[in-house]
Each structure stands twice: as structure tokens, then as C-alpha cells.
């Protein structure tokens, strides 16, 4: 089990120290899938990011199985199996994906054709490459989230893994979720904006403002999203064609 | 004749783990050692100064020459000069490099004036490996020069890789390209502690059509000092690309000297030079994966010069 117990994250950014997390406090538990969703910049990676080690909390305390890991630096989090898939993957000037799957994988011994196809990339055509700027955003991604496929987790965290993946690829990549939560009993925590991914979720984490939200289940949320509000009542009496400016009319 | 010290150097220039096969020539300490003809590639020693020539008759296909340089005597100061006939419609190996092992506290050194001749349609690829190794604090000293002249339809692939040891070098390379040759320079340099490293390469695109393009990664690690004047020329309607990349680390200080000259219209040349530190987000990606920082730097570094 991971335990955040009144975590606080200060980052320091343009204008001064930002606190951008506030006293969040979650236990995630082994062999369940955790949705985390919410408005943009409310916080989601920001979280998993503190799991990981990347960033540190100025306040709070983080337990992977009773032990406290606060501490610890990115590396030693990663060997007790603490796994992130990044929002936005590094690229690479000279390593190979077959490269970045062997560092993933360490001593263990990992079938990199099985693990590309569950990501749905051919390995004939990929495990060579090199992940530089020649890399689509949807290949760069899919790759990311093959380097969390190829270890050994406990706790794996997806930010957005299903940004920029196509449509046709979208159902192998939940199947992939699927799968890794039958096989094993990793604790899954997916952060998403799709209904599709939500609909995986044993619970759902809504991040907004720094803050915890709601946990809550996927039928609420699922519930909430068939009635929101799509558009603007006003759209129709906003001005149209050229404008040097805009005005709401609200 | 060779001792383990010299099998090793040549493992780390020539990749030559046995005597090589086809056409070769050891030099060691300033003297020629082993040589070996083919039927198609016949080495001689010059009559007027220290060096040999290479000549590769005609039509010779998929055939190497190796001539490794090793030293492993202080003090030396060894000058030589190799010329290369590479015949027609040819397609070669050429594996050259210089391996020093000053175990002593004077200064060795080795110039090496190579000049090339690649005739209409050969294709010749060139692997240069500059090394250094021992003890001592006797400085280890490599200046070498190239100069290649390749012909119509002729493509020259160069491979120039400075690794490890070699404590000053001034590479100088000058190349012309007549119609339709083409040229692909990948160059590695890693240069730490507080060595000093200079690349010159000149690019001649004289002949219509022709092409480079040059790729240079370095990284400067410690107090070491890099160099690097590139410069393409177009003289005719020809393409040339010249990517300069480099890592630079702790006190290190780096200079890219970029220059396009178009003396034609139709000369489409471009330079890119990039300097910086390594890119955070990929030290904390591979930390993710349980490598230390360290040991993600190492692998980022080590992938940068691949
Ligand atoms: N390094 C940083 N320094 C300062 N502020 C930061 C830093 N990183 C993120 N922030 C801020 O923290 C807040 C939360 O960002 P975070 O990336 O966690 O949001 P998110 O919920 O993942 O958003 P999104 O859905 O857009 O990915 C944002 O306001 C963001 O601008
Ligand atoms: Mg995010």
C-alpha cells in the first residue's frame, strides 16, 4: 500500500514559491486501478511526480508498505517499485529503445517484442530506433509507457497515456490496462481525461486547486459527465467573423 | 613482435583482435612492422620521406585496409605520410587510427598526413580512432591531417572518433568534392581533465550536385577545451548540412565556429550548432528506472557518442 499522509508541494516558479499541492492525503492499495482526473494544472502530475521522488514535499509524509520513503531519493524509489510514466517523455540523442527497455528492465530478462506490441508499435521497426526528435508525440508516448511495461512495479503511475494516441490504438492500450491489473497486483494509477480509461477505474480521484476534490466511483463521475454542460448558453449572441477584439457579452 | 600492450592498442584503434584480414600495415614506434598485400590492394613504402601508398586498383569491391598506428615509447615524435589511390568504381574500408601508451613523462606525439584520392564512382568509407593510455604525465599528442580529393560520383563516409587519452589534437581536414561526390562526416570527440582538442574540417563542393554532410558530437567534461571551425563552401548548385552538437559539463569551455560561404545561387548550405548541459528531464527519466545519477549521466553520455 502507498499512503500520502498531509502532503504539501512548494514549487518555485516565475512569480515566487507556488504551493501547488495541499495536504493531500491518499492510500492507494495494491491491485486496484486509480483514475486520477481534473481541470488542467489542478494538480495531477504534481502528485504523481511527489510519489515518484521528483518532487519533494515541504510537508508530509509518503509510506510505500509501512515504510517511510519521504527521503528517498528518484533511484531508490524506482528499485522498490515505484514506476512513472511521463505527461511529457524525454527524447533521447542517441539511445535506442531497445536501450531504454534493457535500463527499464535491469537484471531481468523482458520479451521486447511482446511488450511494443502491447503498446502497438511493431519492434522490427522500433527497437532500433533511436528516440530522438525524429519521434511522432504518439510513438514518443507509446514508448514511455512500454518503459513502465518492461519492470517489475508496485505502484505504476500513467500521466495521460492516451494523449496522442490514435483512435485504432486506443482499445490495445486499455486492454494493456487491463491485462497488467489481471497479471499482477500493481497498484494502477492512470492519470485521464477519457471517459474509456475512467470506465477502468476502481476509484476515481478528482484533483482541482491543489487539492483533493472527491474520491469517489467511476457510475458518479460517468454520471456527471452525461450531464455536463457542453458549451457556453451564450455561444449564439457572440460576435463572429473578423474582430480586432473579443467580448464577452456575458 | 607484438607485445599484449600493443594488441591492446589495436583492439582500441583498429578493432583488430588477430591479425586483420585483406591489405594491411602496423606501424609501431615509427617504423612499419607487419604488412600484408591483396590481390587487388598493394601497400609500398615512399622513397622520400617516413609514410607508404595505398593503391587500390579499379573495381576492387567490398575489401578493408588496416593501418594502425601504435606507439609506446616516450619522447617519440613520429611524422608520417600515407597516400591512398582508391581506383574506380571501388567500394573499401579504410581503418586508420593512432594509439599512444606513454607510461613516461616526456611528450609523445604523432602527426599523421593523410591524403586521398577516391576515383569516379568509389565508394570509400574511413574509420579514424584516436586513443591514448599510461600512466605517465608525459603528454600524449595526436595532429592529424586529411585531405581528400574525391572525384565525380565517388561517396567518402568518415568516422573520426577521439575518445580517451589524448591530452592535445588539432584534427585538420580539408576535402573537395567534384560532381555529384558525396561526403558524410560523423565525428565523436570527448575531451576531459584539461585536455584541449581542436576540429577543422573545410568542405570544397566544387563539382554540380555534390553534397556533405557532417555530424559532430562532443562532450566537454573537466577543464578541457574544445574547438570546432566548420566550414562548407559552395561553388556550384550543391547541398551541405553541417550538425554540431555538444555536451559540455564542470569547468569545460567549447567554441563552435560555424561557416557557410555560397558562391553560387544554387548552393543550399545550413549550419546548426547547439552547446549545453545534458537535459535534465532525461537524468530524471533513466532515474526513474533505477539508475543512479550517475550512472544516468554515464548512459546519456555514452549514447550521445554512441
Ligand atoms: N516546476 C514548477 N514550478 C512552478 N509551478 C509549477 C511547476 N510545475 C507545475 N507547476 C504548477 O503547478 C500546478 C499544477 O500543475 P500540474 O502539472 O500538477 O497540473 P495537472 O493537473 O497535471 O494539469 P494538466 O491536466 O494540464 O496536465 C499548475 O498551476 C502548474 O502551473
Ligand atoms: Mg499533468
Known amino acids: 500500500m502507498l499512503e500520502l499522509i498531509n502532503i504539501d508541494v512548494e514549487l518555485e516558479g516565475d512569480n515566487g514559491w507556488d504551493k501547488v499541492l495541499n495536504d493531500i492525503n491518499l492510500s492507494l492499495e495494491r491491485n486496484k486501478i486509480y483514475v486520477m482526473t481534473g481541470p488542467n494544472g489542478g494538480g495531477k502530475s504534481s502528485i504523481a511526480k511527489t510519489i515518484m521522488g521528483i518532487h519533494k514535499p515541504s510537508r508530509g509524509k509518503i509510506l510505500i508498505d509501512g515504510i517511510d520513503i519521504t527521503d528517498m531519493s528518484i533511484s531508490e524509489r524506482a528499485r522498490r517499485g515505484i514506476g512513472y510514466a511521463f505527461q511529457t517523455p524525454a527524447r533521447f540523442k542517441g539511445l535506442k529503445v531497445k536501450d531504454l527497455l534493457n535500463l527499464a528492465a535491469g537484471e531481468r530478462e523482458i520479451d521486447h517484442c511482446e511488450i511494443l506490441y502491447n503498446v502497438g508499435l511493431c519492434a522490427q521497426d522500433y527497437l532500433d530506433r533511436e528516440i530522438n526528435s525524429t519521434f511522432s508525440g504518439g510513438e514518443l508516448k507509446r514508448i514511455e509507457i512500454a518503459s513502465l511495461l518492461a519492470r517489475q512495479i508496485k505502484v505504476a503511475l500513467f500521466d495521460e497515456p492516451e494523449a496522442g494516441i490514435d483512435l485504432w490504438s486506443f482499445q490495445r492500450l486499455t486492454e494493456t490496462f487491463i491485462n497488467l491489473h489481471q497479471k499482477s497486483d500493481t497498484t494502477l494509477v492512470i492519470i485521464s481525461h477519457q471517459e474509456r480509461i475512467l470506465r477502468l477505474a476502481d476509484v476515481v480521484i478528482m484533483v482541482e486547486n491543489g487539492r483533493i476534490s472527491e474520491i469517489t466511483n467511476k457510475d458518479k463521475i460517468l454520471e456527471e459527465i452525461s450531464q455536463l454542460d457542453t458549451g457556453c448558453e451564450h455561444r449564439d449572441n457572440c460576435g463572429k467573423g473578423v474582430m480586432e477584439y473579443a467580448d464577452c457579452i456575458r | ?306
Open chain 2, 1 to 306: 613482435m607484438l607485445t599484449a600492450l600493443d594488441k591492446k592498442l589495436l583492439v582500441e584503434v583498429a578493432d583488430i583482435h588477430d591479425i586483420p584480414q585483406g591489405a594491411y600495415n602496423i606501424r609501431k614506434n615509427g617504423e612499419g612492422i607487419i604488412r600484408n598485400n591483396s590481390a587487388n590492394i598493394e601497400i609500398i613504402s615512399k622513397k622520400d620521406k617516413p609514410g607508404i601508398d595505398i593503391l587500390i586498383k579499379p573495381g576492387t569491391k567490398n575489401e578493408s585496409v588496416h593501418i594502425p598506428v601504435i606507439i609506446s615509447e616516450e619522447g617519440l615524435n613520429d611524422i608520417v605520410y600515407n597516400t591512398f589511390k582508391i581506383g574506380t568504381n571501388s567500394d573499401v574500408l579504410i581503418v586508420a587510427g593512432c594509439g599512444i601508451h606513454n607510461g613516461g613523462s616526456e611528450k609523445t606525439q604523432h602527426d599523421g598526413v593523410h591524403e586521398f584520392f577516391v576515383g569516379k564512382g568509389a565508394h570509400m568509407r574511413y574509420i579514424e580512432k584516436h586513443y591514448g593510455e599510461g600512466k605517465g604525465d608525459g603528454e600524449r599528442v595526436l595532429n592529424p591531417k586529411t585531405i581528400i580529393h574525391v572525384e565525380e560520383d565517388g561517396v567518402v563516409e568518415l568516422e573520426m572518433d577521439q575518445i580517451k587519452g589524448v591530452d592535445y589534437t588539432i584534427r585538420d581536414t580539408y576535402i573537395k568534392l567534384y560532381r555529384n561526390a558525396r561526403l558524410i562526416v560523423n565525428e565523436k570527440l570527448l575531451t576531459y581533465l584539461d585536455q584541449s582538442a581542436e576540429s577543422k574540417i573545410v568542405v570544397e563542393l566544387l563539382g554540380e550536385d555534390a553534397s556533405a554532410q557532417i555530424i559532430s558530437r562532443s562532450v566537454a567534461k573537466d577543464d578541457s577545451k574544445q574547438v570546432f571551425y566548420l566550414s562548407l563552401k559552395g561553388h556550384s548548385k550543391c547541398r551541405g548540412h553541417i550538425q554540431c552538437d555538444s555536451i559540455i559539463m564542470d569547468r569545460a569551455k567549447v567554441s563552435a565556429i560555424p561557416e557557410i560561404v555560397a558562391h553560387h545561387s544554387g548552393a543550399q548550405l545550413i549550419h546548426e550548432a547547439a552547446i549545453g548541459k545534458i537535459a535534465s528531464d532525461q537524468i530524471t527519466k533513466l532515474m526513474t528506472l533505477g539508475l543512479s545519477g550517475e550512472e544516468a549521466e554515464e548512459t546519456i553520455l555514452q549514447g550521445f557518442l554512441g
